[in-house]
């Protein structure tokens, strides 16, 4: 009627492997979809006023006071 807790447990730890490489695949798509814009924003902030000047901004235009 009942079935032993240990044979459940193994179950689920069977579950758990087989769904590892669909959560591998998750996570480095998730990576690679967040890192670009995440160094995108850490160098922008950065050299923001270096990469201003080397372009020829206007402090105006470049702080959206027009």
């Known amino acids: 009627m009942f079935t032993d807790v240990g044979q459940k447990f193994l179950q689920f730890i069977g579950a758990m492997i087989d769904f590892l490489p669909v959560f591998a695949i998750l996570m480095f ?18 050299y923001s006023e270096q990469f201003r000047e080397k372009f020829q901004y206007e402090k105006k235009k470049w702080l959206g006071q027009l």
Do not use: G
């Not at 690679?32 to 160094?39: C, H, M, S």
């Open 29 to 46: 798509l998730l990576l690679l979809f967040f890192v670009k814009p995440i160094q995108r924003y850490y160098y922008l902030h950065k």
